[in-house]
């Protein structure tokens, strides 16, 4: 299983941006997916998770801004980041969970300055 996250770039404070994580193959929909972010000089952090039933999970510092969600036919999982702090930036990773296999994918780049 492969996966690759993309979307990232420099966004300015209070806008938006949409990252994608793409899966080879079909079991993205079997899995639950998850989000996470590493800032420089800092630990890995989780930042949304979605169950194969869609149920979601967010850490408290995006509660209200960041949206994940998912295409099951297109193997691909959505983070819509609104209303983005600089304090978002970092590198984003997208994990799948499968039969007790964790699977990452590459990290895109987040930066929110000005």
């Known amino acids: 299983v492969q996966l690759q996250a993309s979307g990232g770039g420099l966004v300015q404070p209070g806008g938006s941006l949409k990252l994608s994580c793409a899966a080879s193959g079909s079991i993205l929909g079997n899995g639950a997916v998850g989000w996470y972010r590493q800032a420089p000089g800092k630990q890995r952090e989780p930042v949304a998770t979605?169950?194969?039933?869609?149920?979601?999970n967010y850490a408290d510092s995006v509660k209200g801004r960041f949206t994940i969600s998912r295409d099951n036919a297109k193997n691909t999982v959505y983070l819509q980041m609104n209303s983005v702090k600089p304090e978002d930036t970092a590198v984003y990773y997208c994990?799948?969970?499968?039969?007790?296999?964790?699977?990452w994918g590459k990290g895109t780049l987040v930066t929110v300055s000005s």
């Open positions: 994990k799948l969970s499968f039969v007790l296999v964790d699977y």
């Open positions: 979605i169950t194969p039933g869609g149920s979601t």
